[in-house]
């Protein structure tokens, strides 16, 4: 399963790849099109939005240009550094902390509250949702919110 093409991703890169790199390149697509169902959701190859094809291919282009996960090269007196490999993502298929936000955005996985009713072991609620128990009657709990059918 990839989300993007060879073709597409030959066409991000600014050298022609050898056959070596055309291997290696079909697997960081496989690759970043994994992670990229990890963080979002498994959409199927033929109707995953746009933006999954675009985050997938800037994650295997930048693998292909830093496959060996290089922060620094000096030749002479010329020094070539990546700001954009970090630790443990260097050389591998990585996406940033603003791809990974994107991805789950996409899925509809977004953080967020929830209220969730805590029971003891063994115990029934005493309440139903939105009612408060009271000591002085088993029957009416008294409501916690103003209106049942719209309580914010």
């Known amino acids: 399963m990839a989300y993007a093409t060879l073709d597409e991703l030959k066409g991000r890169l600014d050298w022609e790849p050898d056959e070596d790199e055309l291997r290696i390149a079909v697997t960081a697509l496989d690759d970043a099109s994994d992670l990229a169902a990890t963080y979002g959701r498994d959409w199927p190859e033929d109707s995953a939005p746009r933006l999954v094809r675009t985050l997938v291919l800037k994650s295997a282009a930048r693998y292909m ?88």
């Open 65 to 152: 240009r830093n496959p060996n996960g290089y922060t620094q090269s000096r030749a002479g007196d010329e020094t070539l550094a990546w700001s954009d490999a970090h630790g443990r993502d260097a050389g591998s298929v990585y996406f940033t902390r603003e791809e990974i936000r994107l991805l789950e955005n996409l899925a509809g996985n977004r953080a967020g509250l929830a209220s969730v009713p805590v029971v003891a072991w063994g115990s029934k609620a005493r309440t139903g949702a939105g009612y408060v128990p009271v000591d002085y009657s088993t029957a009416a709990p008294f409501p916690l919110f103003p209106d049942e059918v719209e309580p914010w």
